[in-house]
């Protein structure tokens, strides 16, 4: 090659590519100024749907019912989700509709690096988005008292350390004036919940026909060696779980017990289960969990910039499209098991009926890494037609532990880790530049 | 050509072939058919032929954007599509999408990042680009609602932005004023002779016969013609003769006579006219520049 090739109209010599980190940065920066305009949108849209949920939750407190819990608890997630997915549609598919990626493809730009800065970018984007949105959410739930908006949201941060749970044939039928529901929590269980402030949570659910009314009168009692740590009369919305807050108990062994004080003689109510849980405790946990809160929101970006982006085969991407919205629907799960990893909570209590006496086996937790892939490999095991993992699949979806022992979970649990699996795959083939 | 020459080729296209296939309908297009071609540093080559007959795909291919089915195609020796090979190439697409969110600025910038240069360099190379291609109006506006031309200065703004040595440069002129035209065209030609080599492709053959020195003609995937340009377009047997003399019709006679005697014949007398491209950067040239004093 002569001197000639390099055209100097200037003087200036070919460039060196910018390394990665450079190129990451860059398209970063790129896309988070590309997508300016939606953001507003998105914030205004969805704090607007917020706030509806808000109002939900404030009529919801004089009386809630199955639709309105479905709505509340599923219309946040959904709607970000949703968002997601149509903002990385946009962003991406967009590219090549128009020639973007023509343009953009042309350029010296590591398909990696190209790939994760668009997804930082919308990340990024659409963290301050749910930032704001947090935000706007805390302000109106807060006037309108709907403490409970924020059960989803915060799911994370109630990790489950000890589980009572029960199958429908064994739901604790409680009546008026009938004898209580009792739980103990002790062992292990109990010397996890040492620090942090400890919640329980109960579950209320009528088991046979619709209630006649929506708040039952119940008294909970909290008991420490035979002396009562914490008595109160509550209220509660039937078909709602709800939270006791505790202050740190140290580590005692604790007896709950639970009784309906009033209301009608023809009620009956199901509780299904309790859950001693414990808050994330400190600045960093805290962070982590809220950030993994979103961690669906941002893995439906990731699915979207892989499905779209300009460096896969088609084939491929029609492939891990399909592939990785489904794992986008099975996020949460993922999503919990890297909480609790993050949180430092073990694989968690085993799940049993709940029972008045509690004689059930509580064996020795496992550890987060070992619970996290306990739980990936039953998943795996879950899809043979033999497995019958509904029951591990309930108590996940109630933010309760399935030990690593016992675990069978349901296929859906299955579906991040082989998304995962392919994910990784699919990211690997499509780095190959053509 | 030498063996060494040829690994000096600034493009080389060797027995490329190109297929598109549909899984529903189910359905296979032919767009390249063993394409061979090469590019010497500081040629601009016109790629030539009617819509559908394989251009588009041939830039693409080059840009690193496609992968043949067969055959093979270097940049410099370097594998299309590398990232050295990209690094050295500037590709203006036949539309190119420009995120309309950004301003023109931004997106050359983001160019500039991305090919490793300073944010001095890029604002100067801006200053340059913006000055030749007449973006300085607009270069911080932002992309949405830009005219085609306007598009189109930025996408070759943005190929020309890390001075590559090889520009692939498709329908770059469409929709660019006369004037602009001609100012691009004067400057891919300062390119060219500073070593640059351009792959060139237009439906408006003026241009490409006016800036092209060797031209390659396609149609349905396969190279009809290919040479320099002055061998492909000339007219061997017939010779023109401009002249300018006080008396025309008796100098025509006497050119005639000269012809017979020579066993030839004159076949046409015409008066030359100036082309439309000319005549239109005189008058608007002549017009802004007296606003500008008035």
């Not at chain 1, 006037?143 to 924020?150: C, I, K, N, P, S």
């Not at chain 1, 941060?157 to 529901?181: F, M, Q």
């Not at chain 1, 059930?360 to 550890?367: F, I, K, T, V, W």
């Not at chain 2, 309908?25 to 061979?36: H, K, M, N, Q, T």
Request: with cysteine; hydrophobic share 45%.
């Amino acid at each position: 090659m002569s001197s000639r090739v390099t055209p100097s109209d200037d003087g200036a010599a070919l460039g060196r590519p910018a390394g990665p980190v450079g190129q990451i940065i860059a398209t970063a920066i790129q896309t988070v100024r590309q997508t300016r305009g939606p953001t507003l949108w998105t914030v205004v849209g969805l704090g607007s749907v917020l706030a509806v949920a808000g109002g939900a939750v404030l009529t919801g407190a004089g009386g809630g019912g199955d639709l309105k819990a479905l709505l509340f608890h599923g219309a946040l997630c959904l709607l970000l989700t949703v968002a997601a997915l149509a903002a990385g549609a946009r962003a991406l598919a967009g590219d090549r509709a128009s020639g973007r990626r023509d343009l953009l493809g042309a350029q010296p730009i590591f398909a990696p690096a190209f790939f994760l800065g668009r997804f930082a970018g919308l990340a990024l984007r659409f963290g301050l988005a749910a930032v704001v949105l947090a935000a706007l959410g805390g302000v109106v739930l807060s006037l309108t008292g709907g403490q409970r908006a924020f059960l989803r949201v915060t799911e994370p941060s109630r990790l489950a350390v000890g589980a009572r749970t029960c199958d429908e044939d064994d739901i604790v039928r409680l009546t008026p004036g009938g004898p209580a529901a009792r739980w103990t929590f002790e062992g292990a269980e109990r010397a996890e919940s040492r620090d942090g402030a400890l919640r329980f949570s109960f579950r209320l659910r009528h088991p046979k026909s619709k209630p006649l009314q929506n708040t039952v009168p119940l008294r909970v009692t909290v008991r420490s060696n035979e002396e009562i740590v914490v008595e109160r009369q509550l209220t509660v919305s039937l078909r709602r779980e709800f939270t006791l807050p505790l202050d740190p108990i140290g580590g005692r062994d604790l007896d709950v017990s639970c009784a309906v004080t009033g209301g009608h003689n023809f009620m009956e109510i199901g509780l299904t289960g309790c859950s001693l849980v414990r808050g994330a405790s400190g600045p960093i946990v805290a962070l982590l969990v809220a950030a993994l809160s979103f961690l669906p929101l941002l893995w439906s970006i990731l699915a979207l910039c892989l499905l779209f982006s300009a460096f896969v085969q088609e084939t491929t991407a029609f492939f891990a499209g399909g592939v990785l919205l489904l794992v986008t629907l099975a996020g949460p799960t993922l999503q919990k098991d890297l909480t609790l990893i993050a949180a430092g909570i073990p694989g968690g209590g085993h799940s049993h009926a709940a029972s008045h006496d509690d004689g059930g086996d509580h064996g020795q937790p496992a550890s987060p890494v070992v619970g996290f892939l306990a739980r990936a490999a039953g998943g795996v095991l879950s899809l043979l037609p033999e497995t019958d993992g509904v029951g591990a699949a309930e108590a996940l979806s109630r933010g309760e532990c399935p030990s690593a022992g016992g675990l069978a979970a349901s296929w859906i649990e299955a579906l991040p880790y082989l998304g995962l699996l392919l994910l990784l795959g699919c990211a690997a083939f499509s780095w190959r530049r053509p | 050509m030498t063996r060494q020459s040829t690994q000096m080729a600034a493009l080389r296209f060797e027995g490329v072939r190109k297929e598109f296939r549909s899984f529903l309908p189910r359905r296979r297009v032919l767009a390249l058919e063993s394409l061979d071609l090469e590019l010497a540093p500081g040629e601009i080559v016109g790629l030539v032929g009617p819509n559908g007959s394989g251009k588009t795909t041939a830039f693409r291919l080059a840009a690193g954007l496609l992968k043949p089915d067969r055959g093979s195609i270097s940049l410099f020796g370097l594998p299309a599509g590398s990232r050295a090979a990209r690094a050295r190439q500037g590709y203006m697409p036949e539309q190119p999408g420009v995120p309309e969110r950004l301003t023109p600025a931004e997106l050359l910038h983001f160019v500039g990042r991305v090919a490793g240069m300073g944010r001095t360099e890029r604002a100067a190379r801006i200053g340059e680009l913006s000055e030749l291609l007449s973006l300085a109006s607009f270069v911080d506006r932002r992309m949405k609602g830009f005219s085609k031309g306007m598009v189109k200065r930025t996408g070759l703004a943005a190929a020309l932005f890390n001075r590559p040595g090889l520009l692939l440069l498709d329908e770059p002129l469409e929709g660019v004023d006369p004037l602009g035209a001609a100012a691009v065209k004067e400057h891919l030609a300062r390119l060219a002779a500073q070593g640059c080599a351009i792959l060139i492709s237009s439906h408006i053959l003026s241009d490409v016969e006016a800036l092209c020195t060797s031209l390659l003609v396609v149609n349905r995937g396969r190279l009809l013609l290919s040479g320099a340009k002055d061998d492909i377009l000339s007219l061997r047997d017939l010779v023109e003769v401009r002249f300018s003399a006080p008396d025309e019709d008796r100098t025509i006679g006497r050119i005639r006579e000269l012809v017979a005697q020579c066993e030839g014949e004159v076949v046409g007398v015409g008066r030359p006219r100036e082309d439309l491209e000319g005549l239109f950067g005189r008058l608007i040239g002549s017009d802004s520049g007296g606003r500008r004093k008035g």
